[in-house]
């Protein structure tokens, strides 16, 4: 793969077209602020990140934790860029210069895929047509669809949110930079090609989009062993993976101190565990002389110490990699092959959240919670978009929003409205749809 066409400012859906400009801004700094002032970004205010949304301790949901990976992120971007601009003095004045404001606005956009409850919801959505009434549906469905559903990805999602053009509106969907674009599809397959773990890149119905943007950036793919279609990975996917690798671990560790699911001591501990023992001793010492007696604070300095850290870290292995990352060869994550000893605190700290954080009680309700709701809503919308001649069924359709394609004649057209619907739902909508279907609450009279 080659810089100077990897990175390029043509829109998609206005690829003929040459914007007029009234102000000064890149072409990404206009993905950047289009993504900042839209509803589904807007949206993930009301979206869980890993805790229950805020109660009396103000913790992250999907919104802040995007801002933080958005703020590594062009960190991360414009080091990188500075770095290889050094060693490549050909890509000075170029578009390669504005990569940390690509990395950056992938990363406002790597969760709008998400649906509500996180991770939970997506469990409900793929279950519903593996455990649930939507089995009956494999025969009305393509191959490629029912893989789609089966395991239906987030990451897909938002590749389809960006790009997708829903009822009345534009095409090329949110007409965003094919390089922007290309940053977000962290798995370069389509669903039939995933692994056990339920990880693809782009639905069914957005293929074509993405063989567009390959086409177009030099995007190679890559042989396998079964023949099945894979790419290499867009360079830029490794930052956005990193900024996210980076803010998730270490925020969730910052929230868990406060909700007081780890001690001071034990936290403490874990974001010191990234450091040598002169290190430790820069960061103590730093502490005592600034004077801060308050634990929060102690641990708000240490988590900005493991960032930056990691941050550099992260450049680091980049610019190392730049040749097997250019060339499709490169194997696993930035994260994954930084230097030894931040590597292993970073997989303590892994091992350590998935045992006492996202198995803590808190997390676990709002799952169990967040399951049912999302299993409900899929029973009663899909079964109204399979059966719409019904009188329900016609109530429920007219909740949905007109940008989704729900009155279609096709039922996989119809199938995708409700998944669009669904997914676009905050948490509270969520909840408060489903008490309605349910008759647990009435709207006031």
Known sequence: MDWKQLITNKRLGQENRHADRYDDRSEFKRDYDRLIFSAPFRRLQNKTQVFPLPGSVFVHNRLTHSLEVASVGM?????????????????????????????????????LGNPPFGHSGEKAIQTYFTEGEGIALKGL???ELWSDMTRFDGN???????????????????????????????????????????KFGFFKSERNVYLRIVEELGIPKISSPDGKERWARFPLVYLVEAADDICYEVMDIEDAHKLKILSFEETRDLLLGFFNEKGKERILQRIEEENITDNNEKIVYMRSRVIGMLERECVETFVKHEKEILEGTFE???????????CEAYKYCTKLSRSRIYNSKPVLDVELSGYKIMETLMQVMVNAALHPERYYSQQLIGRVSSQYDIQSDDFETRLMAVIDYITGMTDVYALDVYQKINGISLPII
């Open 75 to 111: 960190s991360l971007g414009n080091d990188v860029a500075s770095r290889l601009c050094e060693i490549h003095p050909e890509l000075r004045s170029s578009l390669f210069e504005e990569i940390g404001t690509i990395v950056s606005a992938a990363c406002l956009a790597h969760d």
């Open 332 to 342: 696993g994550s930035l994260i994954g092959n930084i230097s030894e000893l931040p």
């Open 141 to 143: 469905m393509s191959e």
């Open 156 to 198: 897909a999602n938002a590749f389809r949110l960006l790009t997708h053009r829903f009822k009345g509106r534009r095409e090329g969907g949110f007409v965003m930079t094919y390089s922007m674009l290309a940053s977000i599809v962290k798995y370069p397959f389509a669903s039939v090609v995933a692994s056990s773990k339920n």
